[in-house]
């Protein structure tokens, strides 16, 4: 059994390459696989190896005086989600290009304060918004949550001005671990808004402690599993979306081979072998003729 854990803090990193280069180092001692961003303005990253790996990376981790409060969310996997131990350099942490003041974020609720919004009068309910990435929210969401048409969490300010949300209407946003919820709460604050919170510990935290409630279908994880489960009774749900091939009901998402498409699409088995893992007819015949490009290329180095 492989453990993964997902983490964020946003923090002051004055260091950043020769801290990097020691994580690294520390990571591959310990022989985790994952991928970790580093930015002046924080970490995010997610990594994976067995019980006895993890919980020493977590001592690593919060030995160091900056990291000493982070909260780990944890999963569990059959295989490694990564192919390797990775760490970047960005310039955000998570890609958002607009500078928010994240000393004034939402305020953290519960879990268990996130489902009694649910038992509120309609007239008191606040407004629930998904601060992810549409393709993200088509497999699964909580119940009567807002979808924002955003490929990328970069356009959540036009989206959510979009909206034209009342600014005195509470709001209640989540996220996958809450890292995207810190910059959208704050630059929702800063818009005026003034009831603004955000579900702590986002998604995967909520499922461990209120699997079967109020979340519908699986959750889209940044890694080769693409979707994990939440609820306990996944296994028997009809899934929410269709292949986008047959119409069949199915809730498998592919990266499309074809790299100059390389968009996410929710496939079968079957058509996902009939495509050669493209997400359409046409995709598969450019992907199959840049193949047989780069044989010919091979062919020609090797004579």
Not at 45 to 71: H, M, P
Not at 169 to 197: H, I, L, W
Not at 215 to 238: A, H, M, Q, T, Y
Request: hydrophobic share 30%; proline share 4%; glycine share 6%.
């Amino acid at each position: 059994m492989i453990k993964i854990l997902l983490y964020y803090k946003y923090v002051n990193i004055n260091d950043i390459e020769s801290f990097k280069n020691k994580h690294l180092a520390d990571c591959e001692s310990l022989g985790l696989k994952g991928r970790i961003l580093l930015s002046a303005e924080g970490i995010n990253g997610s990594v994976s190896g067995t019980a006895q790996q993890t919980e020493s990376y977590k001592k690593l981790l919060t030995s160091d005086s900056r990291f000493s409060d982070i909260k780990f969310k944890e999963d569990d996997g059959v295989s490694h989600p990564f192919k390797r131990m990775i760490i970047k350099v960005k310039k955000e942490i998570v890609r958002f290009e607009h500078d928010v003041n994240l000393k004034n974020t939402g305020k953290h609720i519960s879990p268990k304060q996130f489902l009694e919004v649910y038992e509120l009068d309609d007239n008191d309910k606040p407004l629930i918004i998904d601060a992810r990435n549409n393709y993200e929210a088509r497999v699964g969401r909580f119940k009567d949550a807002v979808i924002l048409p955003i490929k990328t969490f970069s356009e959540f300010p036009k989206a959510i001005n979009d909206l034209n949300i009342p600014k005195n209407k509470p709001v209640v946003m989540y996220c996958t671990g809450g890292v995207r919820c810190e910059k959208a709460s704050a630059f929702m604050k800063e818009q005026g808004y003034n009831d603004v919170s955000q579900l702590s510990g986002g998604i995967l935290t909520f499922g461990k402690e209120f699997p079967d409630t109020v979340w519908e279908g699986k959750c889209f994880v940044f890694d080769k599993r693409l979707l994990s489960p939440i609820n306990k009774k996944d296994v028997n749900n009809i899934p929410l979306t269709s292949c986008e091939s047959c119409s069949i009901p199915c809730d498998l998402y592919k990266n499309c081979r074809n790299v100059t498409c390389d968009k996410y699409t929710i496939m079968c088995i079957s058509c996902d072998d009939k495509l050669a893992g493209n997400c359409s007819e046409k995709c598969k015949k450019e992907y199959l003729a840049s193949r047989e490009e780069r044989m010919e290329d091979e062919i020609e180095i090797k004579n």
